[in-house]
């Protein structure tokens, strides 16, 4: 079975700066492409970011220019730096993986990591 595991959430003020991780174990392939999700308190689960495995990200408008996805060459590690944060950011922050394409989630999910945008 796949595990994902989070790490970095936190408090923050506005205009600060967090940095995610998401380490992935067990059957994992190379291929899958890895990302981060968040759902605010009454609203859907949404994309963030994803990066495949050729590294090609892909943003929300949301959080383009904001917010920079990276992955380690073994392709089992990714982290989300997020700058210039907005109280609008603050959500539960979910890891994904287990999907080959950009477009669409996998069937694997990280428990989540509070992120709190406030002053």
């Known amino acids: 079975q796949v595990q994902l595991v989070e790490s970095g959430g936190g408090l923050v003020q506005p205009g600060g700066s967090l940095r995610l991780s998401c380490a992935a174990s067990?059957?994992?392939?190379?291929?899958?492409?890895m990302g981060w999700y968040r759902q605010a308190p009454g609203k859907q689960r949404e994309l963030v970011a994803v990066i495949g495995s050729n590294m090609t990200p892909h943003y929300a408008e949301a959080v383009q220019g904001r917010f920079t996805i990276s992955r380690d060459s073994a392709k089992t590690t990714i982290q989300l730096q997020m700058t210039n944060l907005e109280p609008e950011d603050t959500a539960v922050y979910f890891c994904?993986?287990?999907?080959?394409?950009?477009?669409?989630?996998?069937?694997?999910w990280g428990q989540g990591t509070q992120v709190t945008v406030s002053t």
């Open positions: 067990g059957p994992v392939s190379d291929m899958y492409a």
């Open positions: 994904n993986s287990g999907a080959f394409s950009l477009r669409q989630p996998g069937a694997y």
